[in-house]
């Protein structure tokens, strides 16, 4: 397959979105129950909500992450890409 000059910019924003434990962490529990606010990924993963916030955001510059506004609140969940890396990381342990 051959990539394209300007692919490969695309490519790195992606393998920097989930190139953390805390992001596959992440993208696995959204995969599992989507439509999660930071707030509930937080409390879930016993993380710090404002690192959480912080590797959501990463993740959503990267396309695998799609949200959701509900008022004030955002939900999050896997984009179709980052369900295709997801099942590519699992390949890898």
Known sequence: MDIEKGDYRKLERIVKGFA????????????????????????????DFKNISQHISKISIAGLVMKRYEGNLVRHKLSKTGEEVLKFVKLLK
């Open 20 to 47: 953390n434990h805390w992001r596959i962490r992440i993208m696995d529990l959204l995969k599992q129950k989507p439509e999660l606010s930071v707030a509930e990924i937080s409390e879930i993963l016993k993380g």
